[in-house]
Structure formats: C-alpha cells, structure tokens
C-alpha cells in the first residue's frame, strides 16, 4: 500500500462515520488534517565510533479534548504518513473510551534489532532532547509501541525528568513499575480486548469453549493467548514474523512464550505436543471462532479476508484490515471489533499510569483491573447498540461513537451557525 493512502483510508472512516451524524462542517474541517507533524534527525554516537543519523516523527493530531498521548514506534518502514495516520487513529481511540486526550504518534526509522543496547538508550535520549519542547504531562504523552517497550520508557522519561530538571513521571506512560508505571499495563491491551469480548460473548454467538487464532506473537499476542487458554478456551494457531504453528487440539502457550522469551520463534515449538508448522499466509484459513491480529497493518486484505471462518475478528493490532477486507468479512457475517474499541485497554491503562504518577498515589492491581473493566464494558455496551440501531457495523459504530464526543468538544468552541447568528 502506498504511503498516502494509509492516511487516504483512515479518513475514509471519518466520511463514513460523519454520514450517520448530524455535525458542524468545522468538525470535519478540524479532524481532516494533523495539527502538527514534526520531523528531525536525530544523530548518535554508534558503538564503534562512528556517527549514524535516523529520521524520527513526532505527530499530534488533534488536541481539542486534552493533551495529544499516543505511542512511539521503532520500524525500518515508520513514516510520516504511518505516524499521521496512527496518531488519527488515537484521536478517536481516546474518544471512543471517553479519556481526557487527544492523539498523537511518533515513530524513529530504525531496525532496533541492529543496534546495540548502549545504541538503543542514545537513540531513546537523543528523540527526547529533540522532542522535549512537543512533548509534555499536559501537552503530549508518549507510550510504547511496536518494538519499544519499558524500559525504552523509562530511559525517555529520566532524559526528559533531567531536561527540565524535575521528576516528571507523568511525560510517558508504560514505564517499568519501579519508575512509576501502573500495575496491569503490561496485559492491559490484550485484557482489555478480553474483557470486550467476554462482555458481548452472547450477543455475538461465542460459546463457553472458543477456538482462538492469533497472528503476531508479541505483547499483545502473548497475553490474549494466556488470558484466552485461562478462561477455558483454546489456542488453535498463532503466527510471527518467521512462521506460523497450529494445532487443533489447542497449542501450548507457556511453550509458545518461552520460545519467544528465549529470542527465538513460535516455529521453534513445532514437534511440541502436536504443535504442526502452518505456512504463515495460511493463518487467517484456520477454523476458529475468534479471529485475533496482533501483528502489524492491512495484514488481512482483499485477497485473505475470503479465506477467513471465523465468527469474530478481535482488533488487537491497529489497523490490521484493509477497507476492502471490511467490506468482504461484512458480506460473510463475521463480526469485527474495530481496533480503536477493541485495543483501547493499553491507552486507558495508560491514562490509569497518568493519573497515578499526577496523585502520587499507586493503585492495586485489581483496582486497575476493575477500572479496565468498567470502562470496556461501558463503551463496547454503547457502541453495540449505535449498531444495532443504525444498523451499522461495529467500526462505523466506534467511529460515531467517538466524532459525536469529538463534535461535542470542537463545537463548543462555536460552529459558523454561531457565529453567522
Ligand atoms: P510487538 O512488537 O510486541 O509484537 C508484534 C508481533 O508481530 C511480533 O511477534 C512479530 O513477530 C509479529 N509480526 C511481525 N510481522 C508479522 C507477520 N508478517 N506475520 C505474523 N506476525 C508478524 O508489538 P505489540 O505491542 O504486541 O503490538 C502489536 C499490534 O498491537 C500493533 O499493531 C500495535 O500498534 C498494536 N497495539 C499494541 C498495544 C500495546 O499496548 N502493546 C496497544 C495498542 C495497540
């Protein structure tokens, strides 16, 4: 897929969303365009000595209802556009779970894996020193995302607390616990997608005992297995970068996790128990009843979607459906939880962190458990029955969902009906 029309595909969204809502033309001018994108270069001192430059982003989209928050990304392929369209995607995301944010993104294109750790952390310093004026606890709020993780937080926290010469836990979220992280943001992507699920298991057919396949094998992969394997269902196949594995009596996840654990990959667990090597682009043909990408983007398109059987696709992964894909997997009746629904337990967790490093008070696990509970069930109740209503699908649903808050904010600030009154 070209660069633009990522972006082009993502506001198709919004033309679609705006069509079953009765909003101000500001709205739609307003959530059209990124506020600000920003690029740099960003220079470090590599291992042998030599100097090695990376082109990093920083893009806060729309901040109409708080301060921008969204991840940041390490990817050979990361670009503007991507960045853009992400930080779109956390725009609704956030209002879609009623959070107090608006959404941003930033990405570094790199490959992490050809770095050095003592690389990484200059890598990780050097994007804060050159973001430390866009970035803020009320301004911008990184978080992790594909191929950062905790302790990438929390090297970018410490560069911006020593910035500004103060602690300022509350700049990132997803820091390692010891650094003011929250407790249960290390699952809370794939718990929240759980919880979603359990919720509105009935209406959406799944039974006691569900067959799950799961393609990507990382955070969020991980953990929706194992909270999948403890409430009694089965793991029937999983898939990562270097293949994939199946089996019909239900896979070993503790082994599928050691083996990723162990730097290797979901394959290396074949001969395990009946683990059977599956050709990775055979994964979306397994028979299941739910369906979860948690891998990267438009990895089910036009051409796979056809393929899939099962009831229901859980949006782990953001955007991992081509519009063309949605429109297949419609006609086929399979439900689709949309990824700004579906995935939106990291970023409340998230906002969970926020909140805690503001009070300097910390929250046990199960309270922020409850909390995730609560707000999923709440949004994911509402967002059904905009679809039930309107008949709609459920990513239309999510959408109106969130412009319906987002025109409510922008509005406030007075429409041309207002002003021409
Ligand atoms: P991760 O880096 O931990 O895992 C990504 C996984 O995808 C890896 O196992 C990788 O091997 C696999 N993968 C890459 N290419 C693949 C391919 N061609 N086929 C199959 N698998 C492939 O990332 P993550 O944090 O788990 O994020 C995964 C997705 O979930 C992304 O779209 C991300 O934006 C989204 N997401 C993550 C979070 C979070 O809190 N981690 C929150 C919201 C959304």
Request: charged letters at 25%; a negative charge.
């Amino acid at each position: 897929m070209s660069d633009d029309s990522i972006f082009e595909h993502a506001l198709q969204r919004l033309d679609e969303a705006a069509k079953h809502l009765n909003v101000d033309q500001d709205v739609i001018e307003k959530l059209k365009f990124p506020r600000e994108t920003t690029k740099v270069r960003l220079m470090i001192r590599m291992d042998d000595g030599s100097r090695k430059s990376f082109v990093g982003w920083r893009c806060r989209y729309d901040d109409t209802r708080g301060p921008t928050k969204g991840g940041i990304r390490y990817h050979p392929d990361a670009s503007s556009a991507e960045v853009e369209t992400l930080a779109f995607w956390m725009t609704f995301k956030c209002a879609v779970m009623g959070l107090p944010y608006g959404g941003g993104k930033g990405a570094v294109q790199v490959n992490p894996r050809e770095l050095s750790k003592a690389e990484l952390e200059r890598l990780s310093r050097a994007y804060i020193q050159a973001f430390a004026r866009i970035i803020g606890p009320d301004r911008d709020i990184p978080a992790p995302d594909v191929y950062t993780n905790s302790m990438v937080m929390g090297w970018m926290a410490d560069e911006y607390s020593q910035i500004v010469g103060q602690a300022e836990p509350a700049v990132i979220t997803g820091k390692p616990i010891a650094l003011g992280g929250s407790l249960g943001r290390g699952d809370a992507t794939a718990r929240g997608g759980y919880y979603l699920v359990r919720h509105l298991a009935d209406e959406l057919g799944l039974g006691q005992e569900m067959r799950v396949a799961v393609q990507g094998f990382g955070n969020a992969g991980q953990h929706i297995a194992r909270l999948m394997v403890a409430d009694g269902h089965r793991i029937v196949a999983v898939s990562d970068s270097h293949g994939a594995v199946a089996s019909d009596a239900g896979l070993d996840v503790d082994k599928l996790i050691a083996a990723k654990d162990a730097g290797g990959s979901v394959v290396d667990t074949v001969g395990h128990d009946g683990h059977a090597l599956l050709p990775a682009e055979e994964l979306p043909g397994v028979g299941c009843d739910l369906f979860v990408p948690a891998a990267l983007e438009n990895m089910i398109d036009a051409r796979n979607a056809p393929w899939l059987k099962a009831k229901v696709v859980l949006e782990l992964a953001n955007g991992p459906l081509t519009p063309e894909a949605d429109q297949i997997l419609a006609a086929n009746g399979v439900v689709v939880l949309p990824d700004i629904l579906a995935n939106a337990g990291g970023v409340t967790v998230s906002y969970f962190e926020w909140v805690q490093n503001r009070h300097g008070y910390y929250w046990p696990l199960e309270e922020v458990h409850v909390r995730l509970r609560t707000i999923m069930e709440r949004e994911g109740r509402a967002i059904w029955n905009i679809s039930r209503e309107k008949e709609i699908p459920m990513r239309t649903a999510a959408y109106v969902h969130a412009l319906g808050r987002l025109a409510e904010a922008i509005e406030a600030h007075g429409t041309q009906a207002f002003f021409m009154s």
